[in-house]
């Protein structure tokens, strides 16, 4: 596993893992130490859309703020700590549309995500789930 991690998130130069043996969709087969082609590891970069995506990034954010912010809290409410979540969520997002930076997929991901976390915290108040 540590392996697996220091893979994922090493050096950008050199992605090597002697325990991966198998070629999937995602990640070619490396031999033992080989290194991957210039091509290979393109198609690994860009198929880590998990850890680089921003969707992820505003939900890994949203959620390190609001467990920092009821750190040592014994009264802990979960429709209180989703509230909180949704306004860390949309304020990450605002922030994040109007980042030049960010592309126009990526504000459209971003627009869509949001849609549906209103929708499904309007769902909630009104007693139905969407979530599944």
């Excluded at 220091?6 to 087969?29: C, D, H, Q, Y």
């Excluded at 390190?64 to 429709?79: M, T």
Aim: charged share 25%; with cysteine; net charge positive.
């Amino acid at each position: 596993m540590l392996g697996l991690i220091r893979w994922m998130f090493g050096s950008k130069n050199s992605i090597t893992e002697p325990s991966l043996k198998a070629e999937t969709a995602f990640v070619p087969t490396t031999n033992g130490k080989t290194r991957l082609t210039e091509e290979q590891l393109a198609t690994v970069r860009s198929n880590r859309m998990l850890f680089e995506g921003v969707v992820y990034r505003i939900k890994k954010d949203s959620l390190s703020l609001v467990a920092e912010l009821n750190q040592g809290r014994e009264d802990i409410d979960c429709e209180k700590l989703a509230r909180q979540m949704v306004f860390f969520q949309s304020q990450l997002i605002q922030a994040s549309y109007n980042d030049p930076n960010v592309t126009v997929e990526q504000r459209q991901v971003l627009l869509n995500y949001h849609q549906i976390n209103v929708k499904t915290a309007l769902g909630e108040k009104r007693g139905t789930s969407r979530r599944n």
